[in-house]
């Protein structure tokens, strides 16, 4: 079992930022994925950005070169950057840690995200 703990969501402004952290309960060996997702009202959950245990990073068009998704050297917490935030930002975002060989999922609670003025 592994919880995954978020920490990091808020009120800001548009334009302005937020740094998203997620920290994993135990060292992860298995070859993985972290990344966070999102869900607004009445839409469907979607990926933000992932990152691999290789370091390898993929992001969702809608946030390219605003978000940036890194991982701690333990590979245990993982974090998003997200700057230029815009309203349509606003959701709650999930840390998800995906084990590829198994295809399993954990996720975390959820933390609130809005960019409002």
């Known amino acids: 079992q592994v919880q995954l703990v978020e920490s990091g969501g808020g009120l800001v402004q548009p334009g302005g930022s937020l740094r998203l952290s997620c920290a994993a309960s135990?060292?992860?060996?298995?070859?993985?994925?972290m990344g966070w997702y999102r869900q607004a009202p009445g839409k469907q959950r979607e990926l933000v950005a992932g990152i691999t245990r290789g370091g390898t990073t993929n992001y969702a068009d809608s946030v390219k070169g605003r978000f940036t998704i890194s991982r701690e050297k333990d590979k245990k917490t993982v974090y998003l950057q997200m700057d230029n935030l815009k309203p349509e930002d606003t959701a709650v975002y999930f840390c998800?840690?995906?084990?590829?060989?198994?295809?399993?999922?954990?996720w975390g609670q959820g933390t609130q995200v809005t960019v409002s003025s």
């Open positions: 998800n840690l995906h084990f590829m060989m198994s295809a399993y999922d954990y």
């Open positions: 135990r060292s992860i060996f298995s070859d993985n994925r």
